[in-house]
Each structure stands twice: as structure tokens, then as C-alpha cells.
């Protein structure tokens, strides 16, 4: 039996977990090919290079919107003092908080209109891509738990949910690309252990609000977490999906042999690895 086991000892996000399965060893060249498949290219660029927290080396991930999308500077400045701003816009997993919650609400003190995508909107990019059917099945369940948290967190109807430009290209090529990943390994469970949320405060469209976000409470629901351990928010709502969504067991039991050993680097510098890990591993069949 194959397994694969997150290790959130400092959460999960989008980001994060494309970065942990491709240093498990996935091709990055086969994940950026499958989401070409999306036909959202122009909108985007993945960049994918190695990179280490306080001496755990691993990979890290960063979804590139292409400045043309929309003028974020502001945005940034309002969200936290430690971003990165360049010719494009570098949407970093501390940046995801605040789009990933308020990510129907226009966030951007621009004159611009920007393009918003509701859950039909990305059904319907995901159903006329030339994806592989599994692929399709695992991003909309994906897609559908943050939907329905935001739905039940803000008051409105599932399909009448918006997903900010900037938002919703980042949760796309996250959970798209979280699904490419799970089907390129075949494992045959997915465990994890309990998560660590973070704890504080941080700004967004609707106030000042508390970590863990709403949505990220409500998508995880049921499964065992931990708060606190730092003051910032380290499961995002899209890392929060691609567990609800895919994880049949937590527990901090391992229980397997493991194979290989996967980091996914965050952005954040922390008192401790702003690090996402996990495992891949094989027990027997017949054992527990």
C-alpha cells in the first residue's frame, strides 16, 4: 500500500503543497504542461526553485499574475509590510489570506474593473480543459469546499460567491494543480496530521479579523487542529480544502516505511520552518 502523509506541524497552503509534492520528485515540467491544459496561461507564470527555512532545504513555488491583471501594490501594502513587489505581482502564501476569505469582495483601491470568476465560472474553465477526468473530479471537490465555507461564512448563495481576479487565478493553479499532483502519485491513502493553524490577527477587506480565518474553520470542521503555535496564519482556506477534500485519516501515527521525504517552502520567516512536509511511504496491506 502507498502513502502519502502531510506533516502540517506549521499548517498548509496552495503554495506550499504544490512545492512538497514536487520535491517528492514529481516532474515540475509535467505539472506546468497539465496546466497549460487550463488555457490560462497568458495570466500567469509558475515559478519553481529551491529554497530552505532555518536550514530545511526543499522547494518553493510562486504563482506570478501578470501585472496587466490588475494593479495590486496597494493591496500589498495593506496586508503586510514583508512582500515583494516587481514588474510582476508576487502573490505569496502570506498574501493568500486575505484574498483567499474576502475573495469576492473587491480588495484593490484601483479605478479599474476587474474580471470576477464565480464557482460556475471555474467549474466551466476546469470541464472544457482537456484534463484527465480524475484530475477534474478531485479540483472540483477542491473547489466546492471553499465555495461552500465562503457561502455559509459571508451569507450567500453557493454560485453567488465571487472569486477576486487575483484570487481566484491563484486558487485555480493551486487546487488544479494539487489535483494534477495526487493523480500523478496513485497513492493509495492519504493521511495527515493534525493542523496547525497559527493564531493573531490580519487585515482584510471586512476589518480586522481573527486567525484562523472563518473559512478555514469552517472547512475543517471535524478534523483535528491545532492553534497558536505563531502568531500568523499558516493554513490558508485552499490549503484547508485540499485536506478536507482528500485526506482520509488524521493522526500523528506514521505507521508506514518511509520512502521519501518531501519540503514544501513557505514565505514567511517564523520562529519555526515555514515548511510544509511530507512523506511517501508503503505498509503492508494487511496491517492496520
Excluded: W
Excluded at 512582500?83 to 476569505?101: F, L, Q, W
Excluded at 487565478?169 to 487546487?175: A, G, L, M, R
Excluded at 486567525?211 to 497558536?228: F, R
Excluded at 505563531?230 to 516505511?257: C, W, Y
Amino acid at each position: 500500500m502507498k502513502i502519502l502523509y502531510y506533516d502540517c506541524f506549521c499548517g498548509i497552503s496552495g503554495d506550499m503543497n504544490l512545492a512538497a509534492l514536487l520535491d517528492l520528485g514529481i516532474p515540475k515540467e509535467y505539472l506546468i504542461e497539465e496546466l497549460l491544459k487550463l488555457n490560462l496561461d497568458s495570466e500567469y507564470e509558475i515559478k519553481i526553485k529551491n529554497d530552505a527555512k532555518l536550514g530545511i532545504t526543499g522547494t518553493r513555488v510562486d504563482v506570478i499574475i501578470n501585472s496587466q491583471s490588475i494593479n495590486k501594490a496597494e493591496v500589498l501594502h495593506d496586508h503586510n509590510g514583508d512582500h515583494h513587489v516587481h514588474d510582476h505581482i508576487h502573490h505569496s502564501s502570506e498574501e493568500h489570506h486575505a484574498h483567499e476569505h474576502c475573495n469576492h469582495v473587491h480588495i484593490s483601491s484601483s479605478t479599474h474593473e476587474h474580471h470576477h470568476r464565480n464557482l460556475k465560472d471555474i467549474e466551466n474553465i476546469i470541464n472544457s480543459s482537456d484534463l484527465k477526468d480524475n484530475i477534474k473530479k478531485l479540483s472540483l471537490n477542491m473547489f466546492m469546499k471553499v465555495a461552500e465555507a465562503e457561502s455559509k461564512v459571508h451569507g450567500k448563495a453557493l454560485y453567488e460567491v465571487h472569486f477576486h481576479e487575483v484570487g481566484a487565478i491563484d486558487s485555480i493553479i493551486d487546487i488544479v494543480g494539487a489535483a494534477i499532483c495526487l493523480d500523478y502519485l496513485q497513492v493509495d491513502k492519504i493521511i495527515a496530521s493534525p493542523v496547525q493553524l497559527g493564531g493573531g490577527f490580519v487585515k482584510c477587506a471586512h476589518g480586522i479579523i481573527p486567525i484562523p480565518a472563518p473559512a478555514t474553520v469552517e472547512i475543517l470542521k471535524d478534523i483535528p487542529i491545532n492553534i497558536g503555535r505563531v502568531s500568523f496564519e499558516t493554513t490558508t482556506p485552499t490549503g484547508a480544502a485540499i485536506l478536507a477534500a482528500n485526506v482520509e485519516k488524521f493522526t500523528e501515527k506514521i505507521g508506514f516505511s518511509i520512502k521519501k521525504v518531501g519540503y514544501g517552502i513557505g514565505h514567511r520567516d517564523l520562529e519555526i520552518p515555514n515548511v510544509l512536509r511530507v512523506y511517501l511511504g508503503e505498509k503492508d496491506n494487511f496491517e492496520e
